[in-house]
């Protein structure tokens, strides 16, 4: 046997081996790859139910922000019917209880844009979403009249805002206790959550591309090297 045959025969070994090797790799690769995209699917199951739960969360919220409005606006028009000395026109009326009840109108709306968001599909919503930005924005706003509010004209009942020559015995003035507003509450909930699926989803997308990128890396491999077997 001469030298250039054994040469030949342990090229074709060496190739032989490497061959079933670069079959091994693709075939765990293909694997992970399997194995990452239905973590992906899965995540995205548990996602939509967690959107689902938030969903369903709103409801219960829409009925607490609806009482939180109900209780100063009732303890207004109570005290509006109930006072004396002034007359009262419908448009004025209206205009005490707008500006009475202005942070718990906020929260209401809040919370209507709340729902607005959870109920988005395909695709469901983002921190770019109308209806997020607007929540967000509109929170700032509830948040700075909540801790800002005038306690001393607060005290004085609802009819303090009809003017400054409008007086109301401390007795006789419908002071109800301002609830935080539950809104802002839910808003970081909801906040948290999607920041949290978000994290997650990104992480799944990155560990398919990294996969994705390596049975590509792979596949260029084993065509170089039947390109360089060609041309020897």
């Not at 992906?40 to 938030?54: E, N």
């Not at 700075?144 to 020559?165: P, R």
């Amino acid at each position: 046997m001469t030298e250039t045959t054994k040469r030949q025969k342990k090229d074709k070994k060496i190739s032989s081996s490497s061959s079933k090797k670069m079959e091994v790799i693709q075939e765990e690769i293909t694997k992970a790859i399997n194995a990452v995209t239905y973590t992906k699917f899965r995540t995205a199951q548990l996602q939509s139910q967690w959107r689902d739960h938030l969903l369903r969360m709103s409801y219960l919220v829409g009925l607490i922000v609806m009482h939180q409005l109900s209780s100063p606006v009732t303890a207004c028009i109570k005290e509006l019917k109930g006072f004396d000395g002034y007359q009262i026109s419908g448009i004025t009326a209206l205009t005490v209880l707008l500006r009475d009840s202005m942070v718990e109108i906020t929260n209401v709306v809040i919370a209507i844009f709340l729902f607005r968001f959870l109920t988005l599909r395909d695709p469901h919503g983002n921190f770019q979403s109308r209806s997020y930005c607007v929540a967000a924005t509109l929170v700032t706003f509830a948040l700075g009249m909540f801790f800002n509010e005038d306690k001393e004209l607060q005290a004085q009942g609802c009819v303090a805002h009809l003017g400054e020559d409008i007086s109301i015995d401390a007795g006789e003035a419908q002071v109800v206790k301002r609830q935080f507003p539950v809104s802002c509450v839910f808003h970081v909930i909801v906040t948290g959550c999607y920041w949290f699926m978000k994290m997650g989803m990104d992480q799944c997308d990155t560990n398919v591309e990294a996969m994705m990128k390596l049975q590509k890396e792979l596949i260029d491999s084993k065509s170089t090297q039947k390109d360089d077997k060609k041309k020897k």
